[in-house]
């Protein structure tokens, strides 16, 4: 088995992350084109505790590399299952995710966590663990998982550089959704004003 983990700072609000995070996958994200869909399977709100779960089926072009495909049967799509806990009281998103395509010979399972830093930051923090489990020699089982940590490594460098952009144009579009509100506030105030100086 082998571990990848990453930890990174937007300089956002939990409140913007955690709307964002269900953008991160729209045409707004110039690095997750190898994202072919994504489907809610459930979502459900615990009374109690108010906490958001969301079940998710993600759909990916595979961009392993050719040996790796070779082996596995040159699959051009993977599945994974992905669960989501939205926490807004201690202000937390949890997501696990486990590969559901060639999970007899690969096991990956992922958790990542966003939390506030402060009122205009949030963290990130990203596990993955992957374990090869097709028979045959360590020697090419630790190359598969080599494999796997240098292509979780590539992805979360794009992974950020995509989220930052989704962020940043949620940011304009709430702003711009808040000024027209504003401005429809204002025109509707200014016309009781000429109603009421009419009447």
Not at 138 to 161: C, H, M, P, W
């Amino acid at each position: 088995m082998k571990v990848f983990s990453n930890s990174e700072t937007f300089n956002y609000s939990w409140e913007e992350v955690s709307t964002a995070n269900w953008r991160k996958y729209c045409p707004w994200n110039q690095k997750s084109t190898h994202v072919i869909a994504v489907d809610t399977v459930s979502r459900t709100v615990d009374p109690e505790t108010g906490i958001l779960r969301t079940e998710r089926l993600i759909t990916c072009k595979q961009s392993a590399p050719e040996w790796l495909k070779s082996i596995f049967g040159g699959m051009d799509e993977s599945q994974v299952f992905e669960t989501s806990y939205v926490d807004p009281r201690n202000k937390t998103v949890t997501m696990v995710s486990a590969n559901l395509t060639l999970s007899n010979l690969i096991n990956v399972q992922e958790t990542v966590v966003y939390r506030p830093l402060n009122d205009h930051q949030t963290r990130f923090d990203q596990a993955a663990q992957i374990t090869a489990l097709c028979g045959g020699w360590q020697r090419i089982k630790n190359r598969i998982e080599d494999t796997l940590v240098s292509r979780f490594r590539e992805n979360a460098v794009k992974g950020k550089e995509g989220f930052e952009a989704v962020l940043a144009m949620s940011r304009r579009v709430f702003a711009e959704e808040r000024e027209r509100e504003r401005m429809m506030l204002l025109q509707a105030q200014a016309g009781n004003i000429r109603m009421a100086a009419a009447a």
